[in-house]
């Protein structure tokens, strides 16, 4: 059974500049939520995507952005890069229903260092 | 107020000693409960998760769930130095239909051989 996948794992980038980190769910799932971890603290929600839509978003500006494909894997894009971003980036994968609570399953995660 | 408050610790506790790990929340209307593992530069591993009041048993593990108090903790029994990790309390609530999950910042454990 494939759990969440990421790439790449390690990303050096200059302020400004733009990058695109990519999430695979586990096989089964169908809902991707995106973190943002900073050193020493808890993971951050970024947003979440299910059915190919940004269904929440955390209170990240608009440089973050994201998509999700029909074979439910996803993107998570941000422009002009700050210094600020540097973090581990984690994606969730979990399954949406009517009922139950979706327990989430993390990827190894993307460390990005913005210079 | 913090959504959810944790204890950064260091949390030291010797080998073979019970660490007790604490979390309290503030949203009433969560629903579920999930305690994450985080080694030093790894991701989060999901070892618990606690729906209802009461305690729930997974090995050495123990979850504690009080709603009226709105604090969850974590016990981990016969604690060994592989225990030594970051753990993450996640309250989830459903929120329009989806799921909304707030972390703690963690609680440092240190199981000291």
């Known amino acids: 059974d494939a759990g969440v996948t990421q790439s790449p794992t390690h990303l050096i980038k200059t302020r400004g500049q733009q990058v695109t980190l990519r999430c695979s769910p586990k096989?089964?799932?169908?809902?991707v939520s995106w973190y943002q971890q900073a050193l020493g603290q808890g993971p951050q929600f970024i947003f979440q995507?299910?059915?190919?839509?940004?269904?929440q978003r955390g209170n990240f500006p608009d440089r973050f952005s994201g998509h999700q494909f029909p074979n439910y894997s996803s993107e998570l894009n941000v422009n002009a890069l700050l210094l600020g971003d540097s973090a581990l980036y984690l994606c969730?994968?979990?399954?949406?229903?009517?009922?139950?609570?979706?327990?989430?399953?993390f990827g190894p995660g993307t460390r990005l260092l913005v210079l | 107020q913090k959504e959810v408050e944790q204890n950064s610790g260091p949390l030291s506790v010797p080998e073979g000693a019970i660490a007790s790990l604490n979390c309290t929340y503030s949203?009433?209307?969560?629903?579920?409960f999930f305690w994450y593992r985080q080694y030093s530069g790894k991701s989060p591993e999901l070892i618990m998760s606690i729906y209802s009041n009461g305690d729930k048993e997974d090995g050495r593990f123990t979850a504690q769930l009080n709603k009226a108090s709105q604090y969850v903790s974590l016990l981990i029994r016969d604690s060994q130095p592989s225990d030594s990790a970051t753990y993450l309390c996640?309250?989830?609530?459903?929120?329009?239909?989806?799921?909304?999950?707030?972390f703690g910042t963690g609680t440092k454990l240190q199981v000291i051989p």
């Open positions: 969730a994968s979990s399954l949406a229903s009517t009922s139950g609570f979706g327990t989430q399953y």
């Open positions: 995507y299910y059915e190919e839509e940004e269904r």
């Open positions: 949203d009433r209307v969560s629903q579920s």
């Open positions: 996640a309250p989830h609530r459903r929120s329009g239909g989806y799921q909304k999950v707030t």
């Open positions: 096989s089964g799932h169908d809902t």
